[in-house]
T-cell receptor, first 114, second 112 residues
Framework: GAVVSQHPSRVICKSGTSVKIECRSLDFQATTMFWYRQFPKQSLMLMATSNEGSKATYEQGVEKDKFLINHASLTLSTLTVTSAHPEDSSFYIC??????????FGPGTRLTVT | SQQGEEDPQALSIQEGENATMNCSYKTSINNLQWYRQNSGRGLVHLILIRSNEREKHSGRLRVTLDTSKKSSSLLITASRAADTASYFCATDDRQGAQKLVFGQGTRLTINP
C-alpha cells in the first residue's frame, strides 16, 4: 500500500521554541494532505487541510499563526508549531489523500514540550 | 468536530471469537473508511466502502454500510491477539468533500 512518512518520530523541545514536522508521501503524489492531533486515549482531531500550492484551511479553534502549514510540493507538507507550550504536547499525525480518495497516514510525531 | 459515535467504546473477547464494532455518523457521505491504530502508532488503512456499496470484504474483515441509518459495522472474524488495537471509522462528508472526520474509536482487546 501507499506509504507516508513523518519526521521526526519524537521530539522534545523547550517552551517557547518552534518545532517543524515533515510529512512525505513516498510513492504517490498527494495534492491534499491533512494534519491531525491526538491526545492520549482520544480520537484524531483534524487541525487543517493542506493543499499543494495554496494556503491551508484550518478547522475552527485552530490558530493558524501558531500552527504554520506549508505544502510546498506534491509529496511534502510541513507543520511548524511556533512558540510551543506544554499544552501543545500531543501526538501529531499527517495523512495524504490518494487519487482514489483513500487516506494514508504517517506514523505520527510525539511532541513533548517541557 | 467528531462525526459520530462508535460502539462499543471498548471490547474484550477471546482469541478465535468474532469482533463486531459499529459506527454511526451524522451527515451524507461520499465514503466511509475503517482504520486500525496500535498504541502510540499511526493509523493503518483497513478498508474503504463507498456510499453506493452495502458490503465489502477484505480477508477476515467484513464491512457493512447502511446509509439510511447512517451506520456502518466492522466485523473481524476468527480474531487473533495481533488484532488488539483501536479501530476508528472515518467519513468523508459530501459537503466537506475533502476532509475525514473520525469517530471516537473502539478499543479492542483479544485475550489469548
Amino acid at each position: 500500500g501507499a506509504v507516508v512518512s513523518q519526521h521526526p518520530s519524537r521530539v522534545i523541545c523547550k517552551s517557547g521554541t518552534s518545532v517543524k514536522i515533515e510529512c512525505r508521501s513516498l510513492d504517490f503524489q498527494a495534492t491534499t494532505m491533512f494534519w491531525y492531533r491526538q491526545f492520549p486515549k482520544q480520537s484524531l482531531m483534524l487541525m487543517a487541510t493542506s493543499n499543494e500550492g495554496s494556503k491551508a484551511t484550518y478547522e475552527q479553534g485552530v490558530e493558524k499563526d501558531k500552527f504554520l502549514i506549508n505544502h510546498a510540493s506534491l509529496t511534502l507538507s510541513t507543520l511548524t508549531v511556533t512558540s510551543a507550550h506544554p499544552e501543545d504536547s500531543s501526538f501529531y499525525i499527517c495523512s495524504a489523500r490518494s487519487q482514489s480518495y483513500e487516506q494514508y497516514f504517517g506514523p505520527g510525531t510525539r511532541l513533548t514540550v517541557t | 468536530s467528531q462525526q459520530g459515535e462508535e460502539d462499543p467504546q471498548a471490547l474484550s473477547i477471546q482469541e478465535g471469537e468474532n469482533a463486531t464494532m459499529n459506527c454511526s455518523y451524522k451527515t451524507s457521505i461520499n465514503n466511509l473508511q475503517w482504520y486500525r491504530q496500535n498504541s502510540g502508532r499511526g493509523l493503518v488503512h483497513l478498508i474503504l466502502i463507498r456510499s453506493n456499496e452495502r458490503e465489502k470484504h477484505s480477508g477476515r474483515l467484513r464491512v457493512t454500510l447502511d446509509t439510511s441509518k447512517k451506520s456502518s459495522s466492522l466485523l473481524i472474524t476468527a480474531s487473533r491477539a495481533a488484532d488488539t488495537a483501536s479501530y476508528f471509522c472515518a467519513t468523508d462528508d459530501r459537503q466537506g468533500a475533502q476532509k475525514l472526520v473520525f469517530g471516537q474509536g473502539t478499543r479492542l482487546t483479544i485475550n489469548p
